[in-house]
């Protein structure tokens, strides 16, 4: 797959927990003309607050008690209220009250399952960002 270059540089926010797929999220969203920071779901608040605050949060630390993702969410909406939200899901998380709870989150627009294919993501993350609040 060529990743193109998107002429509208957006601010992403992708808040990475234990798993690997923070770094892999922020090479892939460079390469494709992004700026992209990565955080903590602890650090989260520091990094949505500055002043120039993301337009988009990627969170890919959905696993673990749902009460944490919860409020890692909510601290994301607080702290970047106009940022657009898209949770990815771990597939071994098939609680459909988890993942109702998650997309019933201020400020989420989307929730993925991952594994996901990239263009996919592009393709969710472009159509995100046009969603209107």
Do not use: Y
């Not at 920071?37 to 008690?65: H, K, Q, Y």
């Not at 988890?98 to 592009?122: K, S």
């Amino acid at each position: 797959m060529t990743l193109e270059k998107d002429t509208s540089l957006t601010k992403i926010l992708v808040v990475q927990g234990n798993s690997p797929i923070g770094p892999m999220l922020q090479r892939i969203l460079e390469k494709a003309g992004h700026d992209v920071v990565l955080a903590s779901p602890e650090s989260v608040t520091c990094f949505a607050s500055t002043e120039s605050s993301p337009s988009l949060v990627i969170t890919d630390f959905m696993t673990g008690p749902t009460d944490t993702r919860l409020e890692t969410l909510r601290h994301v909406h607080e702290s970047a209220p106009q940022a657009k939200i898209i949770a990815l899901f771990s597939g071994q998380d098939e609680n459909p009250d988890d993942r109702q709870a998650v997309a019933n989150q201020p400020g989420v627009v989307r929730v993925l399952n991952d594994p996901f294919e990239v263009g996919g993501l592009l393709d969710v993350m472009r159509s995100a960002i046009e969603i209107p609040r």
